[in-house]
């Protein structure tokens, strides 16, 4: 049997510090409270959180923070965009109930496998992970035919994986076919689809693009199984190191749901959440169904593009490509105390020559955003409980070269369907690591006197 990592070993040093920033309040704020630092770079090595690389989440010392701050003893958190589940997994650490809503299939896998990884047994686990690397190596050296085949509808401009590696990859899938726990089968999907990109000929820059577009060349061979493995035996240690951690508490109960949050009335009864800790896509139209579309195709979510239509259509704030072209969108709510119409018509100005590419097309998208904006906060009116908090993790944009104070309009927005503005917390004034911010080049990028920031919009139900 290969050795576990020490199980036992205290992970106390990915606890982290504080390191948020004190600035003032820019809305009704009286900034006597500062967070930890939302940026999910730091989730790159926590456990549990370190598994899936997702843009622009925050933190797991943000969420510990908060729940802190918010619930004594035990309560119901709420996480409308979950991503890949840093709010539901540190309401388990804390012993409280989460549900999360995720839209995206691949986040949602991923959200659900580290859930469902508490029931894993370790013993059975490591098993399986020695006799995957057995049946690699055996298939590897041998006139091995291999079973599985790419995902047919998955379409890329270039190969996704040169030849060698690819029969690699099928070796990996027909094992991952032969595990019959249905939990730690989904831990080997996992272990594949947050590392798969890592040896393609894609790459994340942040957005999907090929290696030879961004300058790098072509991954002609890699070894699959040693990738793989070191994910999965990361996988066993932070199993191994959540159970104990919550082994003398209460167990709580977390559900993440497949579906749009915007669908809450299907599954939320009125009153019921202590706390809302959530991070809605920013308004700078990062792709994420486009770009985890590898992990989507070769999970099965999907088997041809129509299948992704349904996700694009009901995206928060849905996608560039998918609105500028639509007839001009219009507002579905009574604009409170904001400039906002001032600044649409501003960016509909902007190159009218481009057409739909024009400033007219981003208008379009920008409408959608805070209708959505608007939607997610009745939203929260209906499911917190009187008395109940919702932290909000925002940042501001830029679109065609106008700053959007996308905070402030939401906080505003928010405090039109009856909720109350405690304060807009910025912890930090300038986005590091892969924020979404860099991401799209059709967003411009800040320029002098443009400041990009990262808010917590805290609101309150009375
Ligand atoms: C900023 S990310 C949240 C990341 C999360 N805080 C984490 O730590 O992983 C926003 C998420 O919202 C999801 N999303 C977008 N539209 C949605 C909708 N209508 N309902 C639910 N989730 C949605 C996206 O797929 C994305 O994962």
Not at 33 to 45: G, Q, V
Not at 103 to 115: E, H, L, M, R, V
Not at 233 to 242: R, S
């Amino acid at each position: 049997m290969r050795s576990i990592p020490n199980a036992n070993q205290s992970l106390d040093g990915f606890l982290g510090e504080n390191i948020s920033e004190k600035r003032p309040a820019k809305v009704n704020g009286n900034n006597h409270s500062s967070f930890s630092d939302p940026a999910f770079a730091n989730n790159k090595i926590r456990p549990i959180h370190r598994w899936v690389p997702w843009i622009a989440g925050f933190s797991k010392e943000f969420v510990n923070d908060s729940i802190k701050r918010h619930i004594d003893g035990n309560g119901t958190i709420l996480d409308p965009f979950a991503g890949v589940g840093t709010t539901l997994v540190e309401s388990h650490i804390t012993g409280n109930d989460s549900i999360g809503f995720e839209i995206n299939p691949y986040a949602y896998f991923a959200c659900k496998t580290k859930i469902n990884s508490l029931q894993i047994n370790e013993e059975m686990f490591n098993d399986e992970i020695e006799r995957f690397s057995s049946f690699y190596l055996k298939n590897l050296n041998s006139k091995y035919h291999v079973i599985s085949k790419e995902p047919d509808g998955f379409k890329t401009r270039i190969d996704f994986y040169s030849p060698k590696v690819l029969h690699k990859v099928l070796i990996l899938m027909d094992f991952i076919q032969t595990v019959e726990d249905p939990n730690i089968s989904d831990l080997f999907k996992l272990a594949f689809t947050s590392t798969m990109v890592k040896y393609s000929n894609y790459s994340y820059e942040p957005s999907l693009g090929t290696r030879r577009g961004s300058g790098k060349g072509d991954i002609d061979d890699y070894d699959v199984r040693d990738v793989t493995i070191q994910k999965l035996l990361e996988f066993l240690k932070d199993i191994a190191w959540i159970k104990k951690t919550v082994a003398n508490q209460r167990v709580p109960t977390s559900k993440i749901i497949n579906d749009s949050f915007f669908n809450y009335k299907d599954h939320l009864s009125k009153k019921t959440i202590d706390l809302i800790i959530t991070s809605p896509p920013y308004l700078n139209n990062y792709h994420y169904n486009r770009n985890t579309r590898p992990q989507i195709y070769w999970l099965g979510f999907a088997n041809s593009p129509n299948d992704l239509k349904p996700l694009e259509e009901t995206n928060f704030g849905n996608f560039w490509q998918t609105v500028r072209g639509k007839e001009e969108i219009n507002l579905i709510f009574d604009v409170p105390d904001i400039d906002l119409i001032e600044k649409l018509a501003q960016i509909k100005k902007i190159n009218p020559e481009k057409g739909v590419y024009g400033g007219s097309g981003w208008a379009n998208y920008a409408v959608s955003y805070f209708n959505d904006c608007y939607k997610f906060s009745k939203g929260i009116e209906f499911s917190l409980k009187n008395g109940g908090t919702a932290l909000v993790v925002i940042g501001n944009s830029i679109l065609q070269g106008v700053t959007i104070p996308t905070d402030e309009y939401f906080a505003k927005i928010a405090e039109s369907v009856d909720l109350e503005i405690v304060e807009i917390h910025i912890p930090r004034s300038k986005r590091i690591g892969n924020s979404i911010i860099q991401s799209d080049v059709r967003v411009s990028k800040p320029t002098k006197g443009h400041r990009l920031y990262e808010a917590i919009v805290e609101l309150r139900k009375s």
